[in-house]
């Protein structure tokens, strides 16, 4: 298991632990759990995402931490819209759609100003972050 892997294991099994709070990195920051399928595999995937909160939508954002590419999970997003989120200990199905701007700059400069680690990843990298809106199926 490659050290990105373990990393992401390690983050959700403590998220599960503790009703969705988590320690290190993450600490102070609102975080929920992003289930997948995969765009080539169609196996599930899980990944831990900082969110923010926007009404009744929650908008993670492809950060992959100011990378050259995005994470291979908005791959499977976009391959596959329907997703799954753990949110503390609920979970719910969502539909997951890529902002489009203006909304896309107005939702990073929000996330950015509550955790500026984002202002980092955007000045690390040429591409523009995408934020991905999550809305709650009914």
């Known amino acids: 298991m490659s050290e990105a892997n373990e990393w992401n294991k390690a983050i959700i099994e403590e998220f ?3 009703e969705g709070k988590v320690g290190g ?3 102070n920051m609102p975080l929920l759990l992003l289930h997948t399928t995969g765009a080539k595999s169609g196996l599930p995937r899980i990944n831990p995402a900082a969110y923010l909160a926007d009404g009744e939508r929650l908008v993670v954002f492809a950060s992959k931490e100011g990378a050259p590419t ?3 999970w908005y791959h499977n997003i ?3 819209p329907t997703v799954s989120v753990e949110v503390g200990v609920e979970q719910f199905q969502a ?3 890529i902002a489009a701007e ?3 700059t107005q939702l990073f400069d929000q996330m950015a ?3 500026p ?3 980092e990843y955007q000045r690390k990298t040429t591409r523009i972050i995408p934020a991905i809106i999550l809305t709650r199926r009914s």
């Open 70 to 72: 995005n994470p291979d």
């Open 16 to 18: 599960r632990a503790n």
């Open 117 to 119: 680690s984002f202002k």
């Open 25 to 27: 990195h993450f600490v």
């Open 113 to 115: 100003s509550s955790n």
């Open 102 to 104: 203006p909304e896309r």
């Open 95 to 97: 539909l997951a759609t």
């Open 78 to 80: 976009v391959a596959n």
